[in-house]
Structure formats: C-alpha cells, structure tokens
C-alpha cells in the first residue's frame, strides 16, 4: 500500500519560514517525480514545485526564487522550503508522487495535506 504522509506545516508570520516533508512508502520514489500542490477552500489545487527523479526542478512563477524543494531517495522523502512567506502562500499543501505507466499515461498517489496558515 502506497501511503505519502506530509508533515510541517503550521501557522508562521509573513516573512517567515517553514520546511514541509513528505514520506514516502510503498514505492521506491527513486524512480517517480515528486511533487507539492496546494489548494485553498473554492479553488483547484494548483501545481507549487516538482523534482524529477533526475534532479530537474520546476516551480510555479509565484513561488520561484522563495521556495526550494529538494528530495533525499533513501529516505524516501521530499522537502519543500519555503521562505519569505505571504499571506497569499496560506493553504493546504499536498504531496504527489508520479510514474509514467505501460499504457502511456502516469500513475499519480496523493497525500492528505498539511496547513499551512501565514498571517499576523
């Protein structure tokens, strides 16, 4: 059973920082890219930062040069630092890992989440 367990997040001022981590088990992420969203109540989840098993990273424009995600195979984890953070950041951030499968498509799994509140 594959299962990815996000943890880190908090309520932490404007300006402030904080570092997600999300474990991975039941697969050897060494072979998927992994990946951090986030959603707020009444919106789509939307794509935050992504490193391929080969190291590339990606982020989206709004969290560029503030977030750094980073990923350690032999714990089967992957991080998401985040700095200089606004209040525009606050929401419920998830963990995916994803594999491309034989059919031509990718096999996603999800976490729960984890809050992560940036107010004064």
């Known amino acids: 059973q594959v299962q990815l367990v996000e943890s880190g997040g908090g309520l932490v001022q404007p300006g402030g920082s904080l570092r997600l981590s999300c474990a991975a088990s039941g697969i050897d992420t060494s072979g998927y890219t992994m990946g951090w969203y986030r959603q707020t109540p009444g919106e789509e989840r939307e794509f935050v930062a992504l490193i391929t098993r080969t190291g590339f990273t990606m982020y989206a424009n709004s969290v560029k040069g503030r977030f750094t995600i980073s990923r350690d195979n032999a714990k089967t984890t992957v991080y998401l630092q985040m700095n200089s953070l606004k209040p525009e950041d606050t929401a419920v951030y998830s963990c995916?890992?994803?594999?491309?499968?034989?059919?031509?498509?990718?096999?996603?799994?999800w976490g729960q989440g984890t809050q992560v509140t940036v107010s004064s």
């Open positions: 995916n890992a994803n594999i491309a499968d034989p059919s031509g498509g990718r096999v996603h799994y």
